[in-house]
């Protein structure tokens, strides 16, 4: 019984396009995360929200907007696609505040040809 | 500027003996760090952490040290394992704030 699920595993889309990536929890955390992985590997938040409110943004570009319908739910859209946003995104979340745990969806490699 | 880092991208060690990898930080104020262990096309899984207040926490074969005064931490994983093949990330956060994270080691054990 997966405890963080994002869907799709993976998405290869053309530049421009708008596209979202869901996320679900159920493991009734308050938290949760968007993360990005670059080519570099660097791992970064990008979002958090708390029980449906935003706590962190992290100066992402506003083609980015995460919708959090209810607190086990936290879903990724992204408008007018961009090169540069391919990269692996991970979804997590946490019982309590960004210091704690979090619990890591299996990612999906978004590819922008 | 990139306050956690793992400066050594890739490790290999034998089954059996002593893995240690290696994670310095820059931030003073961090007071709780995590290792997370991460297989190719999975996400990141929590292994074991520490709170600024201790030294030293152990979990079976794994123990993460840290050294406050040279910010540094380890995680020491004996013996090694096969199955222990995989990236390992450190984190760091400070008052419960979003989790900063180090670049990662790829560890391999061989037989």
């Known amino acids: 019984d997966t405890a963080v699920s994002q869907t799709p595993k993976y998405l290869v889309t053309q530049m421009g396009n708008d596209k979202s990536i869901k996320c679900e929890q159920n493991?009734?955390?308050?938290?949760m995360y968007w993360y990005k992985q670059d080519s570099k590997k660097f791992l970064k938040i990008m979002f958090s929200?708390?029980?449906?409110?935003?706590?962190i943004n992290e100066t992402v570009p506003n083609r980015f907007s995460p919708k959090s319908p209810d607190k086990a739910h936290l879903n990724l859209h992204i408008n007018s696609l961009e090169l540069g946003d391919s990269a692996v995104y991970f979804c997590?979340?946490?019982?309590?505040?960004?210091?704690?745990?979090?619990?890591f969806g299996q990612g999906t490699r978004l590819t922008v040809v | 500027d990139q306050q956690v880092k793992q400066n050594s991208p890739s490790l290999s060690v034998q089954e059996g003996r002593i893995s240690i990898l290696n994670c310095d930080y820059t931030?003073?104020?961090?007071?709780?760090f995590l290792w997370y262990k991460k297989y190719p096309a999975e996400g990141p899984t929590f292994l074991i952490s520490?709170?600024?207040?201790?030294d030293k926490n152990e979990d079976g074969r794994f123990t993460v040290f840290l050294n406050k005064s040279a910010k540094h931490l380890s995680l020491h994983i004996v013996p090694s394992q096969p199955g222990d093949s995989a990236v390992y990330f450190c984190?760091?956060?400070?008052?419960?704030?979003?989790?900063?994270f180090g670049t990662g080691t790829r560890l391999q054990v061989f037989p």
């Open positions: 997590a979340s946490s019982q309590v505040g960004g210091g704690a745990e979090a619990f």
């Open positions: 493991l009734g955390h308050d938290t």
């Open positions: 929200y708390n029980n449906k409110e935003l706590i």
């Open positions: 931030n003073s104020m961090f007071d709780y």
């Open positions: 520490i709170s600024s207040i201790k």
């Open positions: 984190a760091a956060s400070k008052n419960t704030d979003k989790l900063i």
